[in-house]
């Protein structure tokens, strides 16, 4: 997998506009409660490295902690959500992909949570479908390194 940019993207307002200069030409699929809960359906995600994102309107953010390891941030005027992050200062943004002005070039590589997943859709593709505890062990493996 490999990196593109730069990607603009905001939230649905406007008032929230970011930068992306490098992000990752793979998205993942989450089905887990918390995104489903704030999303109304899997959400769909891209990462983008801490150094690499450019932030306007940041005063806008609010965030929530959403889980003992992750915090999700939100347009404060139209309530679009914009990404989460790993606890833990400089983590990467893991951006909601429909804030992306462009989603060209992107692909669907990884669903997590797969067993929270409803049964009334499916992702077409032969891509990894980890469960939530399979996809924990891989956050475990990466504090690691």
Known sequence: MSSMGPREGGCQCGTVRYVAAELDDHMHACHCSICRKISGSATLSVTVPFAAMQIRGEEHVIVYTSS????????????????????????????????????????????????????????????????????????TMQAKE
Request: proline content about 3%; aromatic content about 12%; some cysteine.
């Open 68 to 139: 003992d390891w992750a915090t999700r941030a939100f347009c404060g005027r139209c309530g679009s959500g914009l990404w989460y992050r790993l606890n833990g200062e400089d983590a990467d943004f893991i951006l909601s992909a429909g804030t992306l002005d462009d989603l060209s070039g992107l692909t669907l590589t990884q669903e997590i949570h797969v067993e929270m997943k409803p049964q009334g859709y499916a992702f077409a593709g032969d891509h990894p479908r980890l469960t939530g505890a399979e996809f924990e062990a891989t956050l």
